[in-house]
Each structure stands twice: as structure tokens, then as C-alpha cells.
T-cell receptor
Framework: EAGVTQFPSHSVIEKGQTVTLRCDPISGHDNLYWYRRVMGKEIKFLLHFVKESKQDESGMPNNRFLAERTGGTYSTLKVQPAELEDSGVYFC??????????FGDGTRLSIL | QKEVEQDPGPLSVPEGAIVSLNCTYSNSAFQYFMWYRQYSRKGPELLMYTYSSGNKEDGRFTAQVDKSSKYISLFIRDSQPSDSATYLCAMSPWDGGGSNYKLTFGKGTLLTVNP
């Protein structure tokens, strides 16, 4: 069984540009989560999809972040325009119902 | 006060030692408790998963939850150099049967097992 796949693995962009991160969950997992770890801090929740619906987006930092999950399969997280403080590692996780979440290897985002 | 506190270490032990890792938390709504292992430049990998209080054992790993003290532990017996990684505790509430299980993480403890 393929795990959670994220790409790109690393992205370097300049402040003000746009970046789109993609996550492919484990097949059959209705729950998809986005998390972020900034330097020196713990991993923090951003939002949660159940199929294509946003269940909880209380962790999204501001309206420069837009997450979508069209068709309830893969998800994208767009940052537009990117700011310096958006640098960090963005993780995606998926789960089936109330089972534990499985994580991807993350996208390392560097804003210059 | 952070919801989850975890000593970041670093923790260095000789091969074969028993390792004890722990987290404390303040939110009494937490019901699911997990330990993840994270190698450098990789994502968190689920190690142990428990619901509510009690112990759970899986090979060399034992997870303990004491809800009365709001304290969880992970024990590693006969530690190996391959156990060298960052260990993250994570927990989530029970939301009455819904499907929101967002995780709250500790900062992680960096463990090195020396051959």
C-alpha cells in the first residue's frame, strides 16, 4: 500500500510569489489533514478535510493560505503571496475514520 | 501554558539501555494518545497508539497513559542505534463520535543511541 505522498519535497521561492503544495493521501482515506512545523516550534494543525469538505480550518494562519480537495482525493495547499514567516515544513496526513493518522515526508518551504 | 509539554532533550544513551520518554498535557479532553518517530528529513512515523488510560506493549516499545496525572510515557527496551531519531508525542480529543481528530504535538525529544 502506497503511503501519503507529498510534492514537491522542497521549494524555494521569493517573498511575494505563489507556491502550491500537493498531497496524495493513502487510497480510501476520507480524512486528510495539513500540518506545519516552523523552525524551533512543534508541529501545528492547519486544517482537516473529510472527503472534499473542510471539517475544521481553525489552524489556517490567514487568508493567504487556500486549501482544496477537489473530488475528495488529492489536496493542494496554496500560499499566495508568500511571506518570510511562511517558511517551514508542511506535512500532510491521512486517516480512515477514527484510526491514527499517517504522515507524508513533508514539503520544505523556504521563502527568501 | 502549552497544551502539550515535552522535554526536547537531547537524550544520549548507550546501546542496550532502557529509554524513558514522556509528555505532560493540560487539556483533559484528550483521549487518544500517540507516539511518532521521526528520522531526519522524513515524516512522523506512527509507533504506538492508545485510547484513554492504560498500558500498551509492542515488541521493545511500551506506551503508558495516566490520565489522572495528565502524563504519558514511552519506554524503549534494549535500545538500538537504529532507534536514534526524534520522538514526538501527539494527542487528540474525543469529539462525541464525529470525525475531527486533529493532533496536538509536543516539540519532540531527540534521542541518540550510541553503539
Amino acid at each position: 500500500e502506497a503511503g501519503v505522498t507529498q510534492f514537491p519535497s522542497h521549494s524555494v521561492i521569493e517573498k511575494g510569489q505563489t507556491v502550491t503544495l500537493r498531497c496524495d493521501p493513502i487510497s480510501g482515506h476520507d480524512n486528510l489533514y495539513w500540518y506545519r512545523r516552523v523552525m524551533g516550534k512543534e508541529i501545528k494543525f492547519l486544517l482537516h478535510f473529510v472527503k472534499e469538505s473542510k471539517q475544521d480550518e481553525s489552524g489556517m494562519p490567514n487568508n493567504r493560505f487556500l486549501a482544496e480537495r477537489t473530488g475528495g482525493t488529492y489536496s493542494t495547499l496554496k500560499v499566495q503571496p508568500a511571506e518570510l514567516e511562511d517558511s517551514g515544513v508542511y506535512f500532510c496526513a491521512s486517516s480512515h475514520r477514527n484510526q491514527p493518522q499517517h504522515f507524508g515526508d513533508g514539503t520544505r518551504l523556504s521563502i527568501l | 501554558q502549552k497544551e502539550v509539554e515535552q522535554d526536547p532533550g537531547p537524550l544520549s544513551v548507550p546501546e542496550g539501555a532502557i529509554v524513558s520518554l514522556n509528555c505532560t498535557y493540560s487539556n483533559s479532553a484528550f483521549q487518544y494518545f500517540m507516539w511518532y518517530r521521526q528520522y531526519s528529513r522524513k515524516g512522523p512515523e506512527l509507533l504506538m497508539y492508545t485510547y484513554s488510560s492504560g498500558n500498551k506493549e509492542d515488541g521493545r516499545f511500551t506506551a503508558q497513559v495516566d490520565k489522572s496525572s495528565k502524563y504519558i510515557s514511552l519506554f524503549i527496551r534494549d535500545s538500538q542505534p537504529s532507534d536514534s531519531a526524534t520522538y514526538l508525542c501527539a494527542m487528540s480529543p474525543w469529539d462525541g463520535g464525529g470525525s475531527n481528530y486533529k493532533l496536538t504535538f509536543g516539540k519532540g525529544t531527540l534521542l541518540t543511541v550510541n553503539p
